[in-house]
């Protein structure tokens, strides 16, 4: 089960929301490129990168930095925010995105979704993120009226062989994930799923790991990290342990 690392941009500068609100944004100092070089120093597989600027108000601001951080580290970067256009996940891919995240656009643009699966099937996931038992989208600010088990095999009937799946009421919150609803997307698919939204400690982690035989093979870890309720290289130490 891989561990992602998440970092999220806004302003230039790496924050992390709770629960998805702008208003409750809280800086860490260091720069997005110090602190993917930073994860992948302390031995991480994957990043998970995402422009928040470009999710919840389709700027493009954060461009030079993202360009600077994809050529800084040189494990895979997993990518999302605002990739609602071919031109957008093309330029991503073309940044050195090994997946990139399909969010609002999966929903609202089925014709896109379709002509990206072609171009870049194996690069392309879906986020699923959840409010309330909907779907949310334009940076988790609308609520559809798809569910997600809904959301999940209408995409797995297009070949979306990748979930992230975030329950946005856990997000930022430090009180443990959803596991249930993403075994729910994982049942229904039999896709690889992503957790995100809650990982608070080393325990969560395990409890995910037990997960992986039904589909869940990876976690996306923020807040727990940036607050320092665990270091990296113990998150990936229990990973390997169990």
């Known amino acids: ?27 860490y100092g260091a720069h997005p490129v110090d602190i993917a070089l930073r994860w992948e120093s302390e031995g991480a597989e994957w990043l998970h990168v995402v422009d928040l600027d470009a999710a919840i108000s389709g700027r493009d601001d954060n461009c030079p930095i ?15 925010g605002g990739l609602r256009t071919l031109e957008r996940i093309e330029r991503a891919i073309g940044w050195g995105a090994s997946r990139v995240v399909i969010g609002t656009a999966a929903l609202e643009n089925e014709t896109m979704l379709r002509e990206a699966m072609v171009r870049n099937s ?10 309330d038992g909907h779907v949310a989208t334009h940076g988790w600010t609308s609520i559809s009226e798809l569910t997600p088990t809904s959301a999940a095999k209408r995409f797995a009937l ?14 930022g919150m430090l009180t443990g994930p959803n596991f249930a609803l993403t075994e729910q997307i994982a049942s229904v698919t039999k896709a690889s799923v992503i957790l995100s939204g809650g990982i608070s400690s080393l325990d969560d982690l395990v409890q995910a790991r037990t997960l992986e ?9 923020g807040k727990a ?17 169990h």
């Open 1 to 27: 089960m891989i561990v992602y690392p998440a970092i999220d941009i806004k302003g230039g500068r790496c924050v992390r929301l709770t629960q998805g609100r702008e208003e409750a944004v809280r800086e």
């Open 213 to 221: 035989s039904r589909g869940i093979d990876g976690v996306i870890v």
């Open 158 to 171: 297009l070949g979306v062989r990748t979930f992230v799946v975030t329950d946005i009421a856990q997000d």
């Open 66 to 80: 993202l360009e600077k951080l994809f050529e800084a580290v040189r494990i895979p970067i997993q990518f999302g």
């Open 122 to 131: 194996d690069s392309i996931a879906v986020g699923i993120d959840v409010r």
């Open 225 to 241: 990290l940036y607050e320092r309720r665990f270091t990296l290289r113990e998150a990936l130490a229990m990973m390997y342990r």
